[in-house]
């Protein structure tokens, strides 16, 4: 059974199509790399996932529930379908360690021992229980993202949705979260990742979509979607791999 149904999705902003009729599954355990070239939707498609954006058409069903539909407890959907952005979004007032503790206590409502316990065994995970204590602004750039991952795995969530997570580092920084985001597609980790590192989206997606002006292109297994690409497919990594 399909842990997320996305169908028929569309949006737009001050009337310009930005996703149109946007359908795709998400089985659990699967990782799905959206790509596409700037303006193509990959981020509004991300952000209408978690409720950030709300379509002006289709459904979202997570979990056998309409996401769209009223009475939906927003906040609750977001740590259980949870974003790690491009801007890391850390409290800079709140050291790692609190900056991991802070939603799990305040959605979540667990007891701060076990929210320190989880926190620290995500940060762990990350490679990163040395910095509990230290603060967002004496770490590296690739740091930063590690603590927003391990921050987003503490929340336990169903599915991860990454943005670019690694658009702004350098390519060292880039080679350390994606060896973390490897890892997590070893352990099963259901994730959705929009991303310009093609070899990258290659080696870890089970599944590949391909936007193109708002529309799915093409959809499906990451080899085949590679091995037999489509001519606007074709063309866009032309394009990207140079």
Request: hydrophobic letters at 40%; proline letters at 3%; one cysteine or more.
């Amino acid at each position: 059974m399909s842990v997320l149904e996305v169908r028929n999705l569309s949006k737009s902003f001050d009337g310009e199509e930005v996703l149109r009729d946007v359908s795709f599954d998400l089985e659990k355990g699967e990782c799905l790399v959206i790509l596409g070239n700037s303006g193509s939707g990959k981020s509004t498609c991300l952000r209408c996932i978690n409720l950030l954006e709300h379509p002006d058409g289709g459904e979202i069903i997570f979990q056998g529930q309409n996401i769209l539909g009223r009475h939906v407890d927003e906040n609750k959907v977001r740590s259980r379908i949870n974003m790690v952005f491009q801007s890391f979004n850390l409290f800079a007032n709140m050291s790692v360690l609190d900056n991991c503790i802070i939603a799990q206590r305040k959605v979540l409502h667990r007891s701060k021992e076990e929210a320190k316990r989880i926190a620290m065994e995500n940060l762990n995970k990350v490679g990163l229980a040395e910095k509990a204590k230290a603060f967002p602004a004496s770490l590296s750039g690739g740091q930063k993202q590690r603590v927003a991952i391990a921050r987003s795995l503490c929340m336990d969530p169903e599915i991860l949705l990454f943005d670019e997570p690694t658009s702004a580092l350098d390519p060292l920084m880039v080679a350390e979260v994606c060896g973390v985001m490897a890892k997590l597609r070893e352990e099963g980790v259901t994730m959705v990742l929009v991303t310009h590192q093609i070899e990258f989206a290659k080696k870890i997606a089970s599944k590949t979509m391909f936007l193109y002006s708002g529309v799915v292109d093409c959809l499906g297994p990451t080899n085949e979607i590679f091995g037999n690409p489509t001519p606007k497919f074709k063309e866009f990594l032309a394009v990207e791999l140079g």
